[in-house]
């Protein structure tokens, strides 16, 4: 038996539309935390990692930690300093 989804027909709000771009900066990093991640299994079949690769995914997770914060400040006004 298969389940079909509904079509979307509604549009994004404004308001979702806000939030994705207050999001944004966080969800580029995590993409790009995940490009480096996969970068490190390709290479597992080819000869191991690099010491660039193992760098790329280390600064990958800090710029995910400074974006995950940055977020949290943005949209928390009690964390504000």
């Known amino acids: 038996m298969r389940t079909y989804l509904a079509p979307v027909t509604t ?3 404004a308001a979702d539309l806000a939030a994705i771009e ?3 900066p966080l969800i580029a990093a995590e993409l790009d935390l995940l490009d ?3 970068t490190l299994l390709y290479a597992e079949d080819h000869g191991g990692p690099t010491e660039l690769d193992w760098r790329r995914v280390r600064r990958a997770e800090a710029r995910v930690t400074r974006a995950a914060t ?3 400040t943005r ?3 009690r964390r504000a300093a």
Do not use: R
Request: zero cysteines; proline letters at 13%; aromatic letters at 6%.
């Open 11 to 13: 549009e994004p709000t």
């Open 22 to 24: 207050t999001e944004w």
């Open 36 to 38: 480096a991640e996969i």
């Open 70 to 72: 940055d977020t949290a």
């Open 75 to 77: 949209t928390d006004p």
